[in-house]
């Protein structure tokens, strides 16, 4: 086995193993075990279709039913002269003219909106399309003909060196947590000795007993 081989096993090691090293060292492996089979089979689902549907925004379709949550009310109440009346059409005509006026500007709103989405995503596709013909065209090995190899790798020991780091991190909380437990241990400790040499005075000299 050569080097190259040697360097693939470990950056498998430590991006797989990680999992399993660090959930022995908290006595937590069971959880690894029972839950990672539906781990890997869910991630591409994670990856993929989660993330491309939360960036489309594909829960802003609309259903038919944009504007009919609206209320525009009963209309006025009827009056009983004709002033009342020649006042309610004006109050009328002003409630239509604010709310039209109110509405443009809704729709103006809502264009912009819709239209910066639409940029983002348009924008966020053409991203990737570039990134997988660089990908695909530009990163080749000439020996093999294999496409994507050292984005592969790149991404395989970025991951693993990643998971390295959570793993230091995970044993720097055990070690401090053990720290913890001893101290908490020697102090426990040391409150009972007070507690009983106090205990073993008063037995010794009650209340009201004058030495």
Known sequence: MDNFNLVDAAAFVASAGVFFLASALHCELHHIVLSFVQYMALLPTFVNILNTYSFCNLHDLSWGTKGLESSDGHGPKAGGG???????????????????KEAKIKDEMEGAFQRFRSTLLIFWLLCNLGFAYTIIVLD?????????LAYLKFLFYTVAVFNLVRLMGSI????????L??????????????????????SQHPPGHVV
Do not use: P
């Open 172 to 179: 720097l909380f055990l070690f401090s947590s053990f720290k």
């Open 140 to 148: 080749v090995n000439e020996a093999t003909g294999q496409q994507g």
């Open 82 to 100: 004709k002033g009342n009346f020649k006042d309610a059409v004006e109050k009328k005509k002003a409630e239509e003219a604010r709310k039209a």
């Open 181 to 202: 437990k001893i101290f908490r241990c020697c102090i426990r400790g040391t409150m009972e000795e007070r507690i009983r040499a106090k205990a073993k005075r008063r």
